[in-house]
């Protein structure tokens, strides 16, 4: 790593390459030293730290990019498929969800499950199967969370209809609470009983 | 009047509530479509022994772990010396799968296997599973993932990521016991 051990002895060199918080992007580090089992000691305590340390703001900040800037474009070039079944597949794939980069689409994810789930999915296109099918394949392995766009059903229900939920009682509160002022300041005239009695504390 | 006031701070302890639970919960973990069913059944070659193969159904009357790695997987390798801890317990056997996504040209295989003679064997059976297909008919995107399976091939529980001691000694193995006295 720096030259005055260059200078000094023979070398080992130690290639790190780690899968970025396995979505997608490969980073790799060269490291040089003369001992093996410093290498290898420097090894397992860069990719514990690496994995421990960086992994959630990288997801976090290619989360941000890929959302923002369509930063991520898919690793592999398919000139050679049919563009129908590429864009059938775009379309599918742009609902369903990347379950390593859990914000990313598995259309926009580089990660190798994503790669591996498109190519499944190409297949089973070029096979006749149809997108339910397909949507079916993967909920059965996955579960629900694949999905962009939840099914309703009694444990999504609250999901579903909770925003509602608030919006009603939310109006119905507003509603109550305006009325109720609207009569707090409602202006009503002083009765001659009243008027009477007023006089009478203001002149005492 | 004082009664109205409370009510924003309870909505505001409500929310903090949910959202402090929210905090200490793993995104990663999630439920596992496959508790409570039948594994996917494979027919997998053994990854020393490329002319023999292995199949969920050859295990039916066991209950037993099946463990997704590779030799790619970081963490995979982390788990490795716990796993090889556990098997020597002979409580419950371990099956391995090996796999990589078929986009991935690497020699797996031969790295797989050098991999076990070098750091140890855990696995009673190790199988090979060059395109990743069964890792997908598992659900696995996060591996290591280990499925612990009953005698009549149904998955029980499922642990994603590395088996630690406690995942261990007080949930795999208790369950494990408990399923063994099923019929």
């Known amino acids: ?204 | 009047m004082n009664k109205y006031l409370l009510i924003p701070l309870a909505l505001f302890i409500g929310l903090a509530a949910f959202l402090f639970v929210g905090l200490s919960r793993d995104p990663r973990e999630l439920p596992s479509a496959l508790i409570n069913k039948p594994a996917p059944d494979f027919q997998l070659q053994r990854l020393q022994e490329p002319t023999k193969t292995l199949s969920a159904k050859d295990l039916r009357g066991k209950v037993w772990l099946l463990n997704f790695w590779g030799t790619w997987c970081i963490a995979c390798r982390d788990e490795h010396p716990r796993l090889i801890e556990y098997a020597k317990s002979k409580s419950l056997p371990i099956y391995g799968v090996d796999y990589k996504y078929a986009n991935d040209t690497s020699d797996e295989r031969t790295a797989a296997i050098q991999f076990l003679a070098e750091a140890g064997n855990p696995y009673t059976e190790t199988i090979y599973d060059p395109e990743g297909r069964t890792s997908v008919d598992y659900g696995v995107y996060g591996a290591p993932e280990s499925f612990l399976i009953d005698k009549k091939g149904v998955v029980r529980f499922k642990q994603i990521g590395p088996i630690t001691d406690e995942v261990w000694y007080q949930k795999i193995l208790p369950l494990a016991g408990q399923l063994n006295n099923e019929l």
């Not at chain 1, 490291?31 to 997801?59: G, K, P």
């Not at chain 1, 969370?145 to 999504?156: D, F, I, M």
């Not at chain 1, 009569?183 to 001659?192: D, G």
């Open chain 1, 1 to 204: 790593m720096n030259s005055k051990e260059r200078i000094s002895g023979e070398l080992f060199s130690v290639d790190l390459c780690g899968s970025l918080c396995l979505c997608g992007e490969k980073r790799c580090q060269r490291i040089h030293h003369r001992d093996t089992e410093f290498a290898q000691s420097f090894t397992e305590s860069f990719l514990r730290m690496y994995l421990r340390q960086s992994c959630l703001l990288l997801v976090m900040v290619c989360g941000l990019l890929a959302s923002s800037t369509g930063f991520v474009v898919a690793k592999e070039a398919q000139p050679n498929e049919d563009p129908q079944i590429e864009q059938r597949m775009k379309t599918l794939t742009e609902q369903l969800r990347c379950m390593v980069c859990q914000n990313e689409t598995l259309d926009a994810s580089r990660a190798d499950l994503a790669e591996n789930l498109r190519k499944e999915i190409r297949e089973q296109i070029k096979a006749g199967k149809s997108d339910q099918e397909i949507i079916a394949f993967l909920t059965q392995r996955y579960g629900d969370y694949v999905l962009y766009n939840p099914p309703v059903k009694k444990t999504t229900y609250l999901l579903w209809f909770g925003p509602f939920i608030l919006l009603i009682g939310g109006t119905a509160v507003l509603y109550r609470y305006l009325k109720n002022r609207r009569e707090m300041i409602k202006e009503s005239p002083l009765s001659a009983d009243e008027r009477k009695r007023a006089e009478e504390i203001l002149n005492a």
